[in-house]
């Protein structure tokens, strides 16, 4: 980074222009109702923007919008033309980086470091990934009889709908447009009302980058009236959904209600951070356990939630993790040191400190943390919370909080530590600490999860999938994988 202040941060900030309007058709467009909703920068709890607040008629429009593109451009049927302006779309992003950090940071009062460094490079790797990847996808010939050949080739779905999250808005958005796009499809993006800044300047350079019009809409709005526009949609062939699991289940159901769409889920998680009594890394086991749940303050979907960790060595792990904790401190977000930001809504925070008052009710021991911080700025700050005696039936181990609070779990031994790591509903993500590979291949097979690190936790590749299984989701983000979401395998039978 360079080595502005957080007054020059602030003053950059103030001087771009915060995206209003839905990108439909190639245009920019309030709703066609005229209603708006307030957008807050968690950093102070002040309105800063109007954003339209599009409902069905939009989305309508849009799908419409998509179809037409879909059928008449040479997007869907030339990988050449998609490659071309995905990679220039990439090149977009990457050159506005700043603005765009700024615009990420103004969503959800994450650290301007984290925007800058983390978010929008990622963006563009991902955009150019795919784009580099459409072209070098084939398809299969057959084995049949020899009076026959088949084919088996990949064609894109048709029209998609996108639903992202307010905790990464912009990477959340590549990860669905990136396969989706280079698959040939066409797009209705629809960001979270809390985070839509980002998504519409996505959509704004997307046009830049010659896409064609209609190919990739972007339609802010309340996810009860956009969102669900979308998923019972009767011209919708796809969504790809990534929030809660609550909201999850209601996709399911809009698909079953319309036209059987196919449906793809990034739920989500309790991820468990098993340490077992072999581990001697402790210092790489507290770094990794704390970027786990504190990084983001905590509103990251596969967030190392439960530590569930071996007497062995609990305590001192648990010393370390302290040590850890207590130097993050939550700060202003334009501050360039600044690693620990807000949370995203004053409901959110809110969220988060009634399940530390839950947790103290429960009867587990609040040993760091737990309270609100910076209230005379009017943001939305929690600091860094650990819960030490938790037993796994309690809420706060059990129910996905989306927040910095870590809850500590005592085990004896690697089959308590794998039987506690799966007593859950969810199924993102886990963390594995030991130095024995033989255990470590043998926990990483006996977890239920979609993901595993061991001694690491939350590395990731483009090249390598990301999900879950249980009510965790299904279908996968990043890698060739993602493609198969938003594509379908066409049998073709020639006769010689």
């Not at 958005?173 to 809390?194: D, H, M, R, S, T």
Request: charged share 20%; net charge negative.
């Amino acid at each position: 980074m360079s080595d502005l202040t957080a007054a020059d941060w602030k003053l950059r900030s103030s001087s771009i222009s915060l995206p209003q309007h839905a990108v439909i058709a190639g245009r920019k467009v309030p709703a066609q109702a005229g209603a708006s909703f307030d957008c807050r920068f968690p950093g102070t709890g002040q309105v800063i923007a109007k954003v339209a607040a599009c409902s069905s008629p939009d989305v309508d429009l849009a799908v419409r919008s998509a179809r037409r593109a879909f059928e008449t451009t040479s997007w869907a049927s030339s990988p050449a033309v998609r490659r071309k302006a995905l990679l220039r779309l990439a090149e977009l992003v990457a050159a506005n980086e700043e603005e765009l950090a700024l615009l990420e940071t103004l969503n959800v009062g994450k650290p301007i470091q984290s925007s800058l460094t983390g978010d929008v490079p990622a963006v563009a790797s991902c955009l150019s990934w795919y784009a580099e990847a459409i072209d070098k996808v084939y398809g299969e010939v057959a084995t049949t009889e020899s009076d026959f050949t088949a084919l088996m080739i990949r064609e894109p779905v048709g029209v998609v709908g996108a639903i992202v999250p307010w905790n990464y808005p912009l990477l959340m958005a590549a990860w669905k447009l990136g396969p989706a796009l280079a698959a040939g499809n066409a797009v209705i993006l629809k960001p979270a009302e809390q985070s839509p800044f980002s998504a519409l300047r996505l959509g704004e350079l997307a046009l830049e980058a010659g896409i064609p019009p209609g190919i990739l809409n972007v339609v802010p709005g309340l996810g009860a009236a956009a969102g669900k526009a979308l998923g019972l949609h009767m011209d919708v062939d796809c969504i790809g959904f990534t929030g809660s699991t609550e909201v999850g289940r209601l996709f399911l159901q809009y698909a079953g209600l319309s036209n059987i769409k196919q449906v793809s889920l990034e739920l989500g998680g309790k991820s468990p951070q098993v340490v077992l009594g072999d581990c001697t890394d402790l210092d790489a086991a507290a770094r990794g356990i704390c970027e786990g749940i504190f990084d983001n303050s905590g509103q990251i979907c596969n967030a190392g939630s439960r530590l569930v960790v071996d007497e062995a060595v609990k305590e001192e792990l648990l010393s370390r993790i302290l040590q850890r904790a207590r130097a993050l401190v939550p700060a202003d977000p334009f501050d360039p040191d600044s690693r620990l930001g807000a949370i995203v809504t004053e409901q959110q925070m809110d969220r988060v400190l009634g399940y530390v008052q839950r947790g103290q009710e429960e009867g587990a021991e609040l040993i760091f943390g737990g309270t609100r911080v910076l209230t005379e700025t009017g943001g939305y700050f929690v600091e860094p919370t650990v819960f030490d005696g938790v037993r796994n039936t309690m809420r706060i181990a059990r129910e996905e909080i989306f927040g910095p609070v870590l809850s500590v779990i005592t085990v004896s031994g690697v089959e308590e530590a794998v039987a506690v790591a799966n007593d859950t509903f969810y199924g993102l993500a886990a963390g594995i600490w030991t130095n024995n590979v033989k255990t470590a291949f043998r926990v990483a097979k006996a977890v239920r999860a979609g993901v595993v690190w061991v001694n690491c936790f939350d590395v990731g590749r483009m090249s390598v999938a990301f999900g879950g299984v249980k009510q965790s989701g299904f279908g996968r983000d990043k890698s060739l994988h993602a493609l198969d979401k938003y594509s379908y395998v066409k049998s073709v039978w020639l006769a010689h």
